[in-house]
């Protein structure tokens, strides 16, 4: 099989890779966010989904520019759900790895303090968490915290994936 990446000169050649090879996986992308729980979520994710699927993780918490596309240079050919953690240190790095990922389903654990100094306080954090809801397809799911009112507001970010449901108390 061959693989054509263009646009070499103006990306890593990871990033590069990882953006074409990222077509080999024809089922679900989970990206994971938020400013806690990523990692934990990520592994119950995988737990739950491997289950009777073949899926590939992010080791560790490798959720950056260079451990997410990483991930996905080394998911096997069969991979039929990847599941990648997304972190952050400011604005537009969620939108660069969604680039990549291209997710479809997207889950933000939590909005927090974690890394507001970078991005103008709570408030700019959900906007940069945010990110990962607004690079959802018009079919994605976003599945958010009920309970933190700053993860809810980014469902007002992304208008079509306004449906809503509850977990039983």
């Known amino acids: 099989r061959l693989l054509t990446v263009t646009g070499v000169q103006t990306c890593a050649l990871p990033i590069c890779l990882a953006t074409g090879l990222r077509d080999r996986v ?3 992308v989970v990206g994971i ?5 990523k990692t934990s979520t990520k592994d119950l994710t ?15 918490s490798f959720n950056n520019e260079q451990g997410l596309p990483t991930t ?30 291209r997710p479809t389903i997207g889950v933000v654990t939590r909005v927090a303090e974690a890394h507001s100094d970078r991005v103008g306080g709570i408030d700019g954090v959900a906007r940069a968490k945010a990110e990962l809801v607004q690079a959802l397809p018009a ?4 599945i958010l915290n009920a309970d933190d009112v700053r993860d809810r507001k980014s469902t007002r970010l992304n208008s079509s994936h306004s449906q809503q449901s509850r977990m039983p108390s």
Do not use: Q, Y
């Open 139 to 142: 079919e994605g799911v976003a």
């Open 33 to 37: 966010t938020g400013s806690v729980g």
């Open 46 to 60: 995988r737990a739950a989904a491997g289950a009777g699927r073949r899926v590939w993780a992010n080791e560790k």
């Open 72 to 101: 996905v240079v080394n998911a096997p050919a069969d991979t039929e759900v990847l599941i990648l953690e997304m972190g952050m240190r400011g604005h537009g790095e969620i939108t660069a790895l969604c680039d990549i990922a």
């Open 26 to 28: 024809d089922g679900p």
